[in-house]
């Protein structure tokens, strides 16, 4: 027969047989959790999963807008950047332009992808409309005032549905867009052309996200983001899995050939978009201008003097003779729409004016900014 001592002794020794291997396992996975987050801080240069804010929020008919009041990231590390570069926006979700001016005689809404919007760019002040609406003031004494409408990644359909919804509660003097590469560079990427309208990424990533919600059935398209917003050891590993295997969005194989003869139908596309943008434009009460941005595809060395593109460069060259070719189609066809053809205004740069492919160093941007002024002003006169 036990004594009581006897009991209460192995009724110690069964909760330690169950706290010791339990502390253990805990102690295991904080010291995974502590060596994770020491490799991250140390070698990754895009920090924790969980310090990442979200820059793309979804929308129902422009794909995606960015988040309102909010700083945005616009530097990458292969731009060889000091520190991480961001800009702002405001409740509308517009980048903002700082120079607020009382009473301005003209209003600007200017539209386009990411260079618009300002990746690149080392503040919200540095960007193009920012630059735009700061020289027609300081340079050519004409008080505006700039609104951003650039998003990253938009093309031309985007543009169009972005302007429209604008226009319908605000009002402006006169409508830029600043574009051309994306829509080149998404007709190269994509043998289907209906994602000449909405890029493949919204139907393969958000539209069977909301169709399951709308069915009712279990959403679990984003274990691993959860998992890696909770774990900097899950986060580690899924950046080891990716590092082996390639990112996902790379794991999609481009097995078909480039189309060069249906580029007329696609740039066609292009046009038409741009053309409805005038269109609304002028219905507003506003002029218009189209005008097609420089990019480094224009540079008589691409891809060899891009430095972060080492791999690959036959591809490159192939993909600048197709955006090429597509924007030379496209110039011709939008000799209507006010063109202001841009896209070899930076090469007698003497600094380098590119961060990478398509985005402006703030020397550039400014640069850009000064061309359009000048352009804006004579159209005022």
Same mark, same amino acid.
């Given at each position: 027969?036990?004594?009581?001592?006897?009991?209460?002794?192995?009724?110690?020794?069964?909760?330690?047989?169950?706290?010791?291997?339990?502390?253990?396992?805990?102690?295991?996975?904080?010291?995974?959790?502590?060596?994770?987050?020491?490799?991250?801080?140390?070698?990754?240069?895009?920090?924790?999963?969980?310090?990442?804010?979200?820059?793309?929020?979804?929308?129902?008919?422009?794909?995606?807008?960015?988040?309102?009041?909010?700083?945005?990231?616009?530097?990458?590390?292969?731009?060889?950047?000091?520190?991480?570069?961001?800009?702002?926006?405001?409740?509308?979700?517009?980048?903002?332009?700082?120079?607020?001016?009382?009473?301005?005689?003209?209003?600007?809404?200017?539209?386009?992808?990411?260079?618009?919007?300002?990746?690149?760019?080392?503040?919200?002040?540095?960007?193009?409309?920012?630059?735009?609406?700061?020289?027609?003031?300081?340079?050519?004494?004409?008080?505006?005032?700039?609104?951003?409408?650039?998003?990253?990644?938009?093309?031309?359909?985007?543009?169009?549905? =972005?302007?429209?919804?604008?226009?319908?509660?605000?009002?402006?003097?006169?409508?830029?867009?600043?574009?051309?590469?994306?829509?080149?560079?998404?007709?190269?990427?994509?043998?289907?052309?209906?994602?000449?309208?909405?890029?493949?990424?919204?139907?393969?990533?958000?539209?069977?996200?909301?169709?399951?919600?709308?069915?009712?059935?279990?959403?679990?398209?984003?274990?691993?983001?959860?998992?890696?917003?909770?774990?900097?050891?899950? /986060?580690?590993?899924?950046?080891?899995?990716?590092?082996?295997?390639?990112?996902?969005?790379?794991?999609?194989?481009?097995?078909?050939?480039?189309?060069?003869?249906?580029?007329?139908?696609?740039? /066609?596309?292009?046009?038409?978009?741009?053309?409805?943008?005038?269109?609304?434009?002028?219905?507003?009460?506003?002029?218009?201008?189209?005008?097609?941005?420089?990019?480094?595809?224009?540079?008589?060395?691409?891809?060899?003097?891009?430095?972060?593109?080492?791999?690959?460069?036959?591809?490159?060259?192939?993909?600048?003779?197709?955006?090429?070719?597509?924007?030379?189609?496209?110039?011709?066809?939008?000799?209507?729409?006010?063109?202001?053809?841009?896209?070899?205004?930076?090469?007698?740069?003497?600094?380098?004016?590119?961060?990478?492919?398509?985005?402006? =160093?703030?020397?550039?941007?400014?640069?850009?900014?000064?061309?359009?002024?000048?352009?804006?002003?004579?159209?005022?006169?």
């Amino acid at each position: 027969m036990l004594t009581r001592d006897s009991k209460i002794t192995m009724r110690i020794i069964k909760i330690k047989s169950v706290i010791y291997p339990l502390l253990i396992t805990i102690g295991f996975f904080l010291f995974l959790e502590g060596v994770s987050y020491l490799l991250i801080a140390k070698y990754a240069e895009t920090g924790t999963f969980s310090e990442r804010t979200i820059n793309s929020v979804f929308h129902p008919f422009r794909g995606w807008v960015t988040p309102k009041n909010s700083l945005v990231k616009t530097s990458k590390p292969f731009f060889g950047y000091s520190k991480k570069t961001f800009v702002e926006t405001d409740g509308d979700g517009w980048v903002v332009t700082p120079l607020s001016l009382e009473k301005p005689s003209i209003k600007i809404a200017i539209l386009g992808g990411s260079s618009v919007f300002g990746v690149g760019s080392t503040s919200s002040a540095a960007t193009i409309p920012s630059q735009l609406e700061y020289l027609l003031y300081h340079k050519f004494g004409v008080r505006s005032e700039v609104t951003n409408l650039g998003v990253r990644g938009y093309n031309s359909f985007q543009e169009l549905v =972005t302007l429209n919804e604008f226009l319908l509660t605000k009002k402006v003097d006169l409508v830029i867009t600043l574009t051309g590469f994306n829509d080149a560079k998404i007709s190269f990427d994509n043998d289907n052309i209906i994602f000449s309208l909405l890029p493949r990424h919204v139907f393969e990533v958000s539209v069977p996200l909301v169709r399951k919600a709308q069915k009712q059935q279990p959403v679990i398209l984003n274990v691993e983001g959860f998992l890696r917003q909770h774990s900097y050891f899950f /986060d580690i590993s899924f950046r080891l899995l990716y590092r082996i295997i390639g990112q996902p969005n790379q794991l999609i194989s481009r097995n078909f050939k480039e189309d060069f003869e249906s580029i007329e139908k696609r740039a /066609d596309i292009t046009y038409r978009n741009y053309r409805m943008m005038k269109v609304l434009a002028e219905a507003a009460g506003a002029k218009f201008i189209f005008a097609l941005q420089p990019s480094a595809y224009h540079l008589s060395d691409y891809p060899r003097d891009i430095a972060y593109l080492k791999n690959n460069l036959d591809g490159h060259k192939l993909r600048k003779k197709y955006i090429k070719k597509f924007l030379d189609i496209l110039a011709l066809r939008c000799a209507d729409l006010n063109l202001y053809d841009l896209r070899g205004v930076l090469n007698d740069l003497q600094e380098k004016p590119f961060v990478d492919s398509i985005h402006y =160093t703030d020397k550039a941007a400014a640069y850009l900014g000064d061309k359009l002024a000048t352009h804006v002003t004579k159209l005022f006169k």
